[in-house]
């Protein structure tokens, strides 16, 4: 599943006829998403047996100079070449770049993501999201979460645009979640969030970590959840406080004074450990100093109490961790068991006379090139079709025809890191020569099938599918 | 040269002793290891973490057989090894972290061939290899200038293209299940000894010293837990009372008791406090255990005694690929 961009008479260079032979397997359509982990880019894979997919290439940011290959980097694609489930993305290749030892990540494509189905909504379309779509989208999300949970692995960075959701093809409307920069997987010790160079919003984090706690369990991802639950069905952030800017993990006292607004103040009756979470000892004067006595999340999210959508919605913002729902147990609930039932394409529901709402794919920055350079080509538009998908009427704001040429057949996978792409990278190499050869029984290439996602990777490239299968 | 090699010999034991406290003090992830007053066993949970551990260690381990391997690597190996458990004590790293080091440094010989004689690849495959278990495991991250070995300096980036070579031939799967992972699972379920975190500190001796007497690919981690902690409560332990120790901890499975015997007999003949003669103590008939104990029986561990005792200082003037030969190219 690595590819060295092993090229012969180029130095797998920038642009243009430089590029490293890895990079010509893909058309770079754009840039659609950046982070402090670095970029990510939209491009179609050139040749057969998959030509005219949509691949999200995910470029690490190159670490400091002298620190080797990123710890998130290795991190992260150790995790998920360990993952494998519907409801993750796939990473379908890891290349290196040999010039300067740039890691990129290639992704099947989602097109959309829930931070714009959201916004979609919010902005664009009179009406809520239907109940049909809130709840595959909910339960596909627990679906992937709790096969993450049971292989001991926490995600940590919850959120709408890290929920991806499959564009038109036979996955269509299956959700994908993805960037698992920050996870974690077994008992690896965690950095506090705030060392990892990563801002991550605040709006998703569990009460017990806003109180300092610095045990992560499962219950974290899961009060992401509900809260991205309710954003599900009001459109709008539920606890929307503003975040501290400052080094080491600052105390977020407006994020928890939001949560207690919403929730009535958390006690140590209902929740035991409490007393011993280091902020609530330290600052008891404005933690426990506000009273809101009147828990109002059912008017927040305009639920009456007694539907199980409001039940499991508590049950997922429980305050005590060790009593939050699982994901387990979440998709256990009777809410997936009332009609609508969860589907398998979240986005185009069974019955019949259901409008269809047409979600725009992200936005494409078609001038920035892989090396994050602005280019001086025109804008182009992608379209999230292939050939297929372009005769349906879309709303989609980007289109792009597909191009039928015909494309060179590419080498088949992708080339193994061999030593004579070693050889290669390793000309630098302080005691000369190559000193390792290939040994017997190099294991035959190993498509990856794993999944990560970022701000950022969609796909398509398949037939549309109209089918919506029940699960 | 003998000044060098004196010093870069390791004392499992020393390091053991001396580092007690400290590591306590400032690594709450090590402490877990070694802490044995909290409730964390009684967790339901723990249970099934195990049983996890176990089936995905059954993909990785024991197919790797065991290949012929060259005198002068064996020594290589074990002063990768040595050099790998000093800069763990150097750093304070975790225990873990120089095992998976270990590890990568194995799986990556599996599939790769040093030639003869390349010292210099192997000091820089010793540090990539820890520079990545460190990125894997700890919080704290040296700077690879900080990874020194003897006699090579080796620039940052050519260290992060030996780096992704490793990450590139192990396929990514850096996430190995070490018997750290079973260690505080198993003593809690095993032991009765009042002095848990003792018997810990022997069995990671177990632990390290198997690691330098065999590859890391043949056994289980599970195994060698077990094993570890088997050979730390006592050496003379008689199958049956392995047998019933071993019903202790149910998610192995009775399936297991073979391949933890077949370690507790490895590890019965290596005495840890040898560890603290100075270098190049090896088994010179290491490839005669090693070829024989895929299907261990009685003969081997027999084999296994006999060699142990035979432990010997091999001498500059011993044939043609020893580690002395091999040290003296460096110079």
Known sequence: ?471 | MEDSAASAAVSLSSLLCTETESFLDESEDESELFNFNSDDCNLPDTHEYITMLVDREKSSFGIHGSSEVHEWLKCARLDAIKWILEKRAFFGLRFRTAYLSVSYFDRFLSKKCIDNEQSWAIGLLSIACLSIAVKMEECSIPALTEFLVEHYYFESKVIQRMELLILNTLDWRMCSVTPFNYLHYFITKISDKSRPRDLAFRAVEFIFAMAKEFGLLDHKPSAIAAAAIFAALDKELTREMIELKMSLISSCGSQRNEEVLSCYSLMQDIDVEKFEVPEYVISPDLSTIRSSFGNFNEDSAITSVVVGKKRRRLRFDDSDQNCESEKDKQH
């Open chain 1, 1 to 471: 599943m690595v590819d060295t961009g092993r090229s012969v008479g180029n130095n797998g260079g920038a642009a243009g006829s430089n590029r490293p032979v890895w990079l010509q397997q893909y058309d770079l359509i754009g840039k659609i998403g950046e982070g402090t982990y670095g970029l990510v880019f939209l491009a179609r894979t050139k040749s057969q047996p998959n030509r005219g997919k949509c691949i999200a290439i995910k470029k690490f940011k190159q670490s400091k100079d002298g620190d080797g290959v990123s710890p998130t980097a290795i991190r992260e694609i150790m995790l998920l070449r360990e993952i494998s489930h519907e409801n993750v993305v796939k990473l379908v290749n890891v290349h290196i770049n040999p010039a300067d030892m740039s890691l990129y990540l290639a992704f099947d494509y989602a097109e959309h993501d829930l931070y714009e189905i959201i916004r979609h909504h919010r902005e664009k379309v009179s009406h809520s999201i239907n109940p049909y779509t809130v709840k595959s989208l909910l339960w596909q999300l627990l679906n992937g979460l709790n096969y993450l949970h049971s292989n001991w692995i926490i995600h940590r960075d919850l959120k709408p645009s890290n929920i991806l959701v499959m564009g038109e093809g036979e996955e269509q409307g299956v959700v994908k979640i993805a960037d698992f920069g920050l996870a974690r997987i077994y008992q690896a010790p965690l950095k506090p969030l705030s060392d990892n160079g990563v801002v991550v919003t605040i709006w998703y984090r569990a009460p017990e970590l806003l109180l300092g706690s610095k045990h992560y369990t499962s219950a974290v991802d899961m009060w992401a959840v509900g809260c991205i639950f309710a954003e599900l069905l009001t459109l709008k952030p539920l606890f929307q406080g503003v975040e501290v800017k400052a080094p080491a993990n600052p105390f977020q006292l407006d994020q928890l004074d939001k949560i207690f607004k919403v929730l009535g103040h958390p006690t140590p009756e209902k929740w035991p450990t409490l007393v011993s979470l280091p902020h609530w000892q330290s600052d008891q004067q404005h933690i426990q100093g506000h009273k809101y006595e009147s828990p109002g999340l059912h008017n927040v999210v305009h639920l009456p109490q007694k539907q199980p959508a409001y039940d499991l919605l508590s049950k997922m913002l429980e305050y005590d961790p060790k009593k939050r729902l699982t994901a387990a147990q979440a998709l256990d609930h009777e809410y997936f068991r009332n009609d609508p039932l969860p589907g398998h394409n979240a986005l185009v529901p069974c019955q019949s006379g259901e409008k269809v709402v047409n979600y725009p794919a992200r936005p494409v920055d078609t001038t920035t090139d892989f090396e994050g350079t602005t280019s001086v080509q025109p804008p182009q538009s992608v379209s999230s079709g292939n050939a297929v998908a372009a005769s349906m009427v879309t709303t989609r704001p980007m289109q792009r025809p597909m191009n039928m040429m015909n494309m060179p057949r590419m080498p088949p996978g992708v080339a193994s890191f061999n030593l004579a792409s070693q050889a290669n990278m390793a000309g630098g190499m302080h005691p000369g020569g190559i000193p390792m050869q290939r040994g017997p029984g190099m294991p035959p290439h190993q498509q990856q099938q794993l999944r990560r996602k970022d701000p950022g990777m969609g796909m398509t490239g398949y037939p549309p599918s109209q089918k919506s299968r029940r699960f």
